[in-house]
């Protein structure tokens, strides 16, 4: 296939997506590769090593970020591409606001588009735009008729408590998740009975990670949240779930009893069981991710803890995922950023969250509004195709214009999301402390996740001991 290119040497960047590939062998992609080296020696196309991206087992219509489309995207920025060669266009989007924000780019940087199955994209064009969106609306349906197939499949499985092949090993199971693996099977047996009787979650696994006993994905340390699935799944009760909720009796057995199951449930729902005893005790105010671990290569949320002579502290716990190796007094945070947000709100950062909120709140009503005029639109539509004032070809075209449009904003409305109301405090400094110490943990904490996304606590300094020092502080405000 010929493409025209306006640069004279011009250089390729090469994009291949798959989106599963659960073997982890990559030959998906490789295929891509090889289809699209050949387009561009026969076109005298010049392809580095360093403009070859591949995203592979990744969905375009996911939602889920694409790190090296990502990065194509930047590099056409920068100038480094003069063309883009993928296998086929829904390799590059299937989601039009994706494909709207490709267009802008590539329309900006003059570059040219080239895939091997449907040929040369001209998108400086009206109608090579037209072919691009249609494109995009063909994926977009081919994607959402094979999502309805799965799940009507995974559904109809489900209900007759067939097993599916999806994942790894479920614990306590062999490799043909039907037939029960002893040794796992009585661990499990033992757990449920332990935590029915009390036993924390905790102590059990760091038992089963003292014996080396393996998770179902092959770690060799076991996590509460990791236990907790497996005691919560109704799978070991012999019940086939659904989207997480039991549907049919399953075709294998049993390894505890239903009523072991359900208490089991009852006990991991009750709220005033919580991994974090600050929030059951009502004495932090920074819980519920505001503070981070800073280590790097952690970032896990901090917990509110009493550690005898320590006194309250916020820690990086193992026992949630994290190091276990950061922790800062909670007296001494939670002043710091006492002090941080009533500056912040007397300084005007609550008018200007305001000013923003009002914005999106406009935007979202008027978003909704076009969503609804398209919908009727969709229905005047649907009845002149009725009465024969419309052919079949002119209604499918007009329509599927209508519902891409639609989809796009449904994206728009997502990527804003709603907010709640801003709390009622006092504008002064000085009647702002008052209120503080006059109102519950939960106001002053609904007050600072208002205006905070989350605060950065980092390591120690090397001979500073474990001393408060603001320079380890670092908010991420919202305005």
Known sequence: MEVHVRTEHPRAGIYARISEDQLGDELGVNRQLKNCRELCAHNG????????????????????????????????????IDVIVAYHADRLHRRPI????????????????????AGQMDLSTGSGRMVARILGDVARHEADRASERISRKHR???ETGQAHGAGCRPFGYEDDRVTIRESEAALIQDAARDVLAGTPLFSICQAWT???????????????????????????????????QPVAPAVWPAIISLEQHQRLVALFADPTRTKNHGVRSGRFVL??????????????ALAGRHRGSMGAIYMCMAEQGGCNRLSVAASQIETFVRDAVIDAVANGALERLRTRTETE???????SDEIGVLRD?????????????????????????????????????SMIGGKGPLPKVPRSAAKLREWWENVTIAERHELVATLLEYVVILPVGRGNGNRFNPDRVQPHWRV
């Open 361 to 367: 709140d406009r935007t979202i009503s008027e978003l």
């Open 377 to 413: 639109r969709r229905v005047e539509l649907a009845e002149a195709f009725a009465a024969d004032r419309l052919s079949l070809d002119g209604y499918e075209t007009a329509d599927r214009k209508l519902n891409g449009r639609i989809d796009e904003l449904r994206d728009a409305l």
């Open 98 to 117: 994706e494909l709207e924000r490709f267009i802008e780019v590539i329309d900006q940087h003059r570059v040219q588009v080239a895939t091997v199955m």
């Open 156 to 158: 109809e499985l489900a």
């Open 210 to 244: 003292a014996q080396g006993v393996p998770t179902p994905a092959g770690a060799r340390r076991w996590w509460t949240s990791t236990l907790r699935g497996v005691l919560k799944s109704p799978r070991i009760a012999g019940w086939r779930a659904y989207k997480g």
């Open 45 to 80: 196309f010049t392809v580095s090593d360093e403009h070859i991206y591949i995203d592979n087992n990744i969905s375009a219509s996911s939602g889920k970020r694409r790190e090296h489309y990502e990065r194509l995207l930047a590099d056409v920025i920068d100038g480094e």
């Open 287 to 300: 819980t519920g991710g505001l503070l981070r671990c800073g280590r790097p290569g952690c970032g896990f």
